[in-house]
């Protein structure tokens, strides 16, 4: 279990510190704008929301009211197959093993590896590191820059256990525990802000400071507060009663917790104040606590977490080495409380939040993404679908000149396609031929367009290095397998080349954080291992010690990569048919250790060095004795017996096993007694 790390804070302290922090929002609102309308602006194409014309509210609020006869405009879909294609493959490579990250090591550090490996997998399924990895990816992909947190948190949990007076195992209670482990957390980019001196992908080693706000409900906030180990506990009131917006120089409110308005289904309005509305009057209900001294809570709050490297001495705190840099998280209400303060300990000495660009050609945010630069053809294919939408609107409205003297307009412009359409006694006896005239209606051009729409798909598929198929979609075409397997695996060249780039950027310096920050921190317990089905009794001596000697993997870099288990196997082939080879290695122990490195552990089914002794003692009697019998010579040498080479065939009882060598030879119990 972690030692808390904890800082006690002077009021001139937290006074600095929340002056820095609002210095730190305040410099990035000059960026922060510009970034949350770009993000924004992709989220639209990527929803296909953006088209917000007269005409196609029009058409849609028609549709929903179950006027299907309305042809709304339809934004041709570019950029969420791109993107999800790219985000499947993704999974596909770093998320579908299990365990998520395995553990290899050299044959005398088995153990270790598995307990090390056990301890990573039973943090990534109780932290859902899966989703959180997956939503970092599409991130990456439509943003071209995602964050990741990972950070080795200690929390306050209840657990299950058995009373004294609990006899008959209905009585169990809870008991209040602390939990600790590696978390990992994407950071919503619409509501982070980080140095943005140092390019993304550099900001755990080389920036100053990152954070994230998140906003909570009343009742989440006081969870989240409660589940703190240490907080600051006289600022726990004040940061309940605090409002959430502060005026900071000219921007009030401008940093706050911001919800983009994408699905025009839903009308999210954006979360710029909470207020300071009391929490029984916003349900409805009067407040019963006012004026007795209780705590006046407030509709919701925003929480920020905040990861800062600086000197403690500029702040006035207390600290072994305060004029070297050192990394501090703080946990901040509404932008004006500090309820926990904690130094970063970690031997990694690393702000732990990773930042990432799956294209990276050294420009930064220069840098395109995969969403966008498939945005232009989204935009042209969608303007030739629009055409023929409007080509459509046109057949079925069509446009004409009538005479408003021998027709009345109310009547040609009746929406029943099938009413009778009357004429004014004016035109009585008239050719009505001449009362209207219709334009002609030519759809030439509708055959084109359909062309053109697949032309650019297929640009925009060479733009991001992906097919049709890669997409799932069906491709026509006479291909044999082997030559469409050489195809999707030249299509994938992209995809792999992403891959290396987010296992150098992401996965590398995230499984050293992790493997670090179980060494440093884990306490001894037994952890269940789901994938090898068996309780791993986990040793922190025993893990330090071996330190040098493990290697975490992942989907690109599997176990089967970093042990080479296929030439394992060749090499165990060749030594079952070579005696002179097989004689120069202990085979036994040689399977056992690959087996155990694909997840089979045969450790427990080897024989021990007295068992072997005393088997080969009981072959050569039984030999021997086969072969007096067949001279019928006389046959003398007494069978060998377990206990003359120490070897127990019974361990699970030793005690009847003594006092069966401690029977005459030939009698047994019954005769005794």
């Given at each position: ?103 290899v090591a050299p044959p005398e550090y088995i153990d270790e590896a598995l307990q090390l490996e056990s301890v990573i997998e039973e943090q ?237 050609d050294g420009l930064g945010v220069q840098t395109k993404s995969l969403a966008e630069n498939a945005e232009d053809f989204q935009q042209l ?293």
């Amino acid at each position: 279990m972690a030692i808390s790390s904890s800082v006690t804070l002077s009021n001139k302290s937290q006074e600095k510190l929340i002056k820095y922090y609002q210095s730190l929002q305040n410099n990035c609102n000059v960026t922060r704008e510009a970034h949350r309308s770009n993000l924004e602006r992709i989220d639209l194409q990527y929803q296909r929301e953006l088209d917000n014309t007269e005409e196609a509210r029009k058409a849609k609020q028609a549709n929903r009211a179950g006027d299907v006869t309305k042809h709304r405009n339809v934004t041709v879909p570019v950029i969420m197959p791109q993107v999800e294609a790219a985000v499947v493959y993704q999974t596909s490579v770093f998320l579908t093993g299990e365990p998520l990250f395995g553990v290899v090591a050299p044959p005398e550090y088995i153990d270790e590896a598995l307990q090390l490996e056990s301890v990573i997998e039973e943090q990534s399924l109780r932290g859902g590191w899966t989703r959180e990895f997956m939503l970092a990816f599409r991130d990456g992909f439509k943003y071209n820059e995602c964050l990741i947190e990972v950070d080795w948190e200690t929390e306050a949990v209840n657990t299950v256990e058995t009373s004294l007076e609990d006899t008959d195992g209905t009585n169990a209670s809870t008991k209040e525990t602390l939990w600790s482990g590696n978390k990992i957390k994407r950071w919503d980019l619409y509501n982070s802000f980080y140095d943005n001196r140092v390019d993304i992908t550099e900001l755990a080693t080389k920036g100053e400071f990152a954070g994230t706000t998140e906003f909570m409900s009343k009742i989440a906030a006081k969870a989240y507060v409660n589940s703190l180990v240490d907080p600051i506990t006289a600022n726990i009131r004040p940061a309940f009663e605090s409002a959430s917006t502060v005026s900071i120089a000219s921007n009030i409110g401008s940093y706050n917790f911001y919800v983009p308005n994408i699905n025009s289904k839903f009308d999210l309005n954006r979360v710029s104040e909470v207020g300071d509305t009391d929490w029984h009057s916003w349900a409805g209900i009067e407040s019963s606590n006012k004026g007795n001294g209780s705590i006046q809570y407030k509709v919701g709050y925003e929480i920020t977490k905040l990861y800062i490297r600086i000197l403690p001495s500029d702040f006035n705190i207390i600290l072994p080495k305060s004029n070297t840099p050192q990394i501090f998280k703080l946990i901040i209400v509404n932008h004006s409380v500090i309820v926990k303060c904690e130094l970063q300990t970690n031997a990694h000495n690393l702000i732990p939040v990773f930042g990432c660009r799956p294209k990276d050609d050294g420009l930064g945010v220069q840098t395109k993404s995969l969403a966008e630069n498939a945005e232009d053809f989204q935009q042209l294919a969608t303007s030739y679908m629009t055409s023929i939408i409007a080509s459509q609107r046109r057949a079925i409205n069509d446009r004409l000149l009538f005479d408003p003297s021998r027709v009345n307009a109310k009547d040609i412009n009746s929406p029943n396609p099938a009413a009778k359409i009357p004429v004014r006694p004016s035109a009585y006896g008239e050719d009505l031929g001449k009362a209207v005239y219709q334009f002609p209606y030519r759809n030439d051009n509708t055959a084109t367009d359909m062309q053109q729409i697949q032309t650019l798909m297929g640009l925009a598929n060479t733009v991001n290095g992906q097919n049709q198929a890669r997409q799932g979609q069906f491709v026509k075409g006479n291909k044999t397998l082997r030559e469409y397997e050489s195809v999707m695996q030249n299509a994938n060249g992209s995809d792999q080349m992403t891959s290396i780039l987010l296992e150098a950027q992401l996965f590398t310096p995230l499984k050293r954080v992790l493997k670090i920050n179980i060494l440093q921190y884990q306490g001894q317990e037994a952890v269940y291992s789901r994938t090898r089905e068996k309780l791993v009794n986990v040793d922190p001596i025993k893990l330090r010690n071996a330190v040098l000697n493990f290697r975490v993997t992942d989907g690109l870099t599997p176990s089967s990569k970093v042990i080479n288990s296929e030439n394992f196997s060749v090499a165990l082939q060749t030594i079952a048919t070579s005696p002179q080879i097989g004689g120069g290695y202990n085979v036994t122990k040689l399977f056992s250790y690959l087996m155990k490195t694909q997840g089979a552990d045969l450790r427990p089914f080897e024989k021990s060095d007295e068992q072997l002794a005393y088997e080969q003692a009981m072959s050569a009697w039984q030999q021997q004795a086969q072969l007096a019998l067949e001279k019928g010579a006389e046959f003398n040498t007494p069978q060998p017996k377990p206990q003359d080479y120490g070897y127990n065939p019974n361990p699970n009882n030793p005690r009847q096993q003594q006092e069966q060598q401690q029977l005459p030879q030939g009698n047994n119990t019954d005769e005794q007694q």
